[in-house]
């Protein structure tokens, strides 16, 4: 059966989905998009037992990237399975950020930190890039350890004197170190956030979304934490929500913040520098 006939059989009301069809025959099977597209190859059994799983399955809100087992984040594709947060486009513009932050600086970070690292899209794409003689992942759920562990071993070669998992959570973590380098996207969702969709809350892990009933006591909590462990001219950068800026602000006083926004204009991260 050709590609497009299989499409037009479902009857579809989707525009996206033979677009999602072509994905997954690439990422699956390593198949030339084109060929099928233009119908030079027919779908095979095994294709199109797929594509009908991925059509009932997208009904139901799952997330494309959970069926693929991958997702893009920069340059780089992190695998992802159940359990574990979705690397988002917001925190893609902060690594983004922070790459562009070094390239004016005459070194490096020696070592940083990612807390809550889930996929270990930050910790990870940021080590690939900078190689810092040191990376702590920090990650306490086992089963988000799961893609984290995957993605050590594609991007870093494994764990090693340089890469180290931290298993605890991190109320438990006892610095013992200064950090060049400390980076979060911590849970900073309000509980009962009218704007977490359908596919987000039935499927993402709830402890990588809710920071508390504001959202943002997490995110406090946190920088409270690790502010004192950055060495001088340090940087620390933490995620947020865009409503969360005047709270953060206030919250933080005594801390010289910056804020930035995200490539849709809302306000997404704050940096603290120990100068
Ligand atoms: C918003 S997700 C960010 C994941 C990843 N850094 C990213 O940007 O896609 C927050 C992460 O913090 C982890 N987390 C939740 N509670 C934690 C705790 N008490 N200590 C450390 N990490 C925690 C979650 O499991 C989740 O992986």
Sequence with gaps: MKLLDFYKSLKPNDKHLLKEFCWILEEKYSLNEADYLAGIKDLENEHIKTLNIWFKKKSEDYPLQYFL???GFLD?????EEGVLIPRMETE???SWILDYYKTKETFPKNMIDIGSGSGCMGIALAHKLKPDYVGLLEPYKDARKSLDVNI????GGESEQVELLKMPFEEYDFKNEFDLIVSNPPY???ADPEVTDSVYKFEPHEALYGGLEGYETPIAW?????GHLKQNGLLVFEMAYNQREKIQSELSEYKLE?????FGKDRFF????E
Excluded: C, P
Excluded at 76 to 80: E, I, K
Excluded at 259 to 263: A, I
Excluded at 271 to 274: D, E, V
């Design 271 to 274: 940096y603290y520098i120990n």
């Design 223 to 227: 920088f409270k934490k690790s502010v």
């Design 153 to 156: 071993r594609k991007h870093l």
């Design 93 to 95: 513009d902060i690594v």
């Design 69 to 71: 087992n991958s997702t």
């Design 259 to 263: 804020f930035v926004k995200d490539r």
């Design 76 to 80: 780089l594709d992190f695998y992802v």
């Design 189 to 191: 969702i309000k509980i």
